[in-house]
């Protein structure tokens, strides 16, 4: 097999599993041709890399391509209406995760499932949405996963059958996040930027339609990297109801950058990493902040709840409480039951401390703190201890 991952190979086996050949818009094959590029030009990826690349390109082929073939064949799919989502958003590590499980145990939420974002079909039905058996199928592909990377454990905990971050749905179009998070490709994170990413939510939103035709609900969404395509988010979802969390970049920057390098096995690529993930970090961080600060510029901060990661922290059942009530709802004795049971039975450090400093990649203290002055001047943000 060559040591280029090209798209005919990729697409070539997706289509020779899955018998279809449809992958919807055209944009999917731009962001995929960008990518297998980027990797074979700076990856530097060995055969462990190539494997990983190929299977994670895989598994987003072949979903997507039964996605399009099903909407095609059931096309009452497209008139599913998906409102006032409450979407989770902010740097990476202000406490999106807990807050997305939080919201996940209130039986009125709809949460985005790590065994569905990427095995969508046949579409999960309420009666069986515990008992699927792709649930057992994910625990296990994850337990295996943490077996063989133990400490990502305790940098950024995902159990196979609970909610996850709905990137899982845009990495189908190649425009995500996601990818510059385990490849060394600088050149895919400039496109990334500065691409369309209206494409990519059409897919977003064509894929909960689908997934809520027949276990529906209020979804309750979480992706850090919607901060960089807020206008693209809105106008897809103009009744959204945005939970913003803040915490201080002095804790975000570094943990992110741990983050990367805990992903990434030892034996993924030659290339050099020394240096890298520090400054790479500081970079999307704060593009994610300007693109917040720009977009509320211009259209003011309705449908928008800022949370304050010391106050999620402090108080977090109350924290959601918060919100529920900024946007005109209350929350239930039942919910607040279960998120409280749910916080009992998963303390804070089960799986061990995450230990990271600015040091540990290089980065200089005065030049993050000043990257960042606008933006922690704007909403306040307190520096953590």
């Known amino acids: 097999m060559s040591d280029v991952v090209t798209v005919d190979e990729v697409v070539g086996r997706a289509v020779a599993e899955t018998g279809l050949d449809d992958l919807g818009d055209p944009a999917c094959g731009e962001g995929l041709a960008v990518l297998l590029d980027c990797v074979a030009r700076e990856a530097a990826l060995n055969d462990v890399g190539r494997m ?15 996605v399009v073939d099903w909407v095609g064949t059931h096309p009452e799919v497209r008139d599913e209406r998906v409102e006032c989502p409450i ?4 740097m990476l590590r202000t406490g999106s995760t807990l807050l997305c499980e939080l919201l996940a145990r209130d039986p009125a939420n709809r949460p985005l499932m790590k065994w569905e974002g990427l095995n969508a079909l046949p579409p999960p039905a309420t009666a069986t949405f515990t008992t699927d058996p792709r649930v ?18 305790t940098v950024h905990w995902e ?9 899982a749905l845009l990495t189908q179009t190649f425009r995500a996040q996601d990818w510059h998070g385990l490849f060394k490709i600088p050149s895919y994170v400039e496109w990334f930027h500065a691409c369309d990413m209206q494409p990519a939510y059409d897919y977003h939103r064509l894929s909960l339609q689908l997934l809520q035709s027949r276990a529906p609900g209020r ?3 979480k992706a850090p990297g919607h901060l960089l395509a807020l206008d693209a988010l809105l106008a897809t979802y103009p009744d959204a109801r945005v939970v913003v969390l803040h915490r201080d970049p002095m804790k975000t920057v570094p943990s992110s950058a741990s983050l990367s390098v805990t992903s990434r096995p030892d034996s993924l690529s030659t290339a050099d990493f020394d240096g890298y993930f520090g400054p790479l970090w500081v970079d999307v961080l704060g593009t994610m902040v300007d693109r917040l600060v720009d977009f509320r510029d211009r259209n003011g901060d309705d449908g928008f709840v800022d949370v304050h990661y010391r106050d999620f922290v402090r108080d977090p059942v ?3 409480d918060r919100i529920y009530r900024h946007f005109g709802e209350s929350m239930s004795d039942e919910a607040a039951g279960a998120m409280r049971d749910h916080l009992t039975s998963h ?13 540990d990649f290089g980065l200089d203290e005065r030049a993050v703190r000043d990257r960042f002055a606008a933006y922690v001047e704007r909403f306040g943000i307190e520096e953590e201890a």
Do not use: F, M
């Open 318 to 320: 109350a924290t959601v």
């Open 87 to 90: 979407v989770v958003v902010g």
């Open 347 to 359: 303390p804070k450090g089960k799986h061990g401390a995450h230990a990271y400093t600015l040091d």
């Open 52 to 66: 990983i690349l190929r299977t994670w390109v895989h598994e987003r082929l072949v979903n997507r391509l039964r």
């Open 136 to 153: 057992a199928a994910e625990v296990a592909k994850q337990e295996a996963i943490y077996s063989v990377v133990p400490e990502l454990k």
């Open 159 to 167: 159990p196979g059958d609970g909610p996850t971050e709905c990137v």
């Open 219 to 221: 979804w309750t969404l």
